[in-house]
């Protein structure tokens, strides 16, 4: 199999990876707004001690609901056009897509450190709040969201890794 080939086939790995996770996202914040909405028509004790909980669910729930939705759309048009660009110009693939990555990758730094101070503060919050707040209720929501979009992040950030070492070995 030639190197082109091999890439034609990593391409392809990492875009449905790429879309099957984006498939979850939307997924986890569908889930996220049915609970919400459970939380805000529920009159149970424990619907009414974590009402709250629904504003930071519900906000990243959309954040994932609209970032899912558009990689989930695009991807399939990225396998098609990268497949084709390495096909016929394999040095401007490389070119191009190495300067793409490289903002994708940072973007994983700059998500990672958000999220990471998201989920420290939430699990201050649980430490310094009464547990019958509000503010508790947000922590939890906050520390529930926060740790589901790092460990998403993490895997396709090793996802992105792998893909960049496969486009490093090609030979242009």
Known sequence: MSDIQQMQQEIVRYFLAEKYESLIFVG?????????????????????TFKAMS????AVALIQIIVGGSVYMR????????????????????????????????NFTLYKW?????????IATTFIISRNSAWYAVAIG??????????????????????VDCINRLVS
Not at 142 to 163: C, G, K, N, P
């Open 28 to 48: 986890v914040g569908v889930l996220a707004i049915v609970v919400s909405v459970w939380l805000w028509m529920s009159e149970s004790n424990f619907a009414t």
């Open 114 to 122: 958000i999220e990471i101070a998201l989920l420290l503060a939430a």
């Open 75 to 106: 991807s399939d048009k990225q396998i098609e056009t990268f497949s084709a660009q390495v096909q016929s110009t394999p040095a401007a693939y490389k070119a191009d897509e190495m300067k793409r990555m490289d903002v994708v990758n940072k």
């Open 55 to 58: 504003y930071p669910l519900v």
């Open 142 to 163: 906050l520390f529930i969201q926060s740790a589901l979009m790092l460990t998403a992040d993490l895997f396709a950030e090793h996802r992105a890794h792998h893909y």
